[in-house]
Nanobody, 118 residues
Framework: VQLVESGGGLVQPGGSLRLSCVAS????????MRWYRQAPGNKRELVAG???????NYADSVKGRFTISRDNAKNTVSLQMNSLKPEDSAKYFC?????????????WGQGTQVTVSS
């Protein structure tokens, strides 16, 4: 099983980016999917999560600006990020609980860099 993120880049404050993550491999089912981020010197923090039943939660710092969504048919999770701030700069990681040929466990992507700067 692999998770691959895309969509990061450099954006000015107030701008938008859309991150995507696709899961591939011998997948029988995907449960919760999440986005985390980690800035240099900081702990990895949960940004947003969405369950298989579409229950959603957000970190307080991104509420009203970020939107998480998933496409179960395509095994993807996306993060629409609007009104970006310099403090949103970090490496963003996709994480998902996946049932494959292994028992359910969580998997991580390699991360995609988001830099918010003028």
């Amino acid at each position: 099983v692999q998770l691959v993120e895309s969509g990061g880049g450099l954006v000015q404050p107030g701008g938008s980016l859309r991150l995507s993550c696709v899961a591939s491999g011998s997948i029988f089912g995907i449960y919760a999917m999440r986005w985390y981020r980690q800035a240099p010197g900081n702990k990895r923090e949960l940004v947003a999560g969405i369950t298989s039943g579409a229950d959603i939660n957000y970190a307080d710092s991104v509420k009203g600006r970020f939107t998480i969504s998933r496409d179960n048919a395509k095994n993807t999770v996306s993060l629409q990020m609007n009104s970006l701030k310099p403090e949103d700069s970090a490496k963003y990681f996709c994480n998902a609980d996946i049932w494959s040929t292994n028992p359910v466990r969580d998997y991580w992507g390699q991360g995609t860099q988001v830099t918010v700067s003028s």
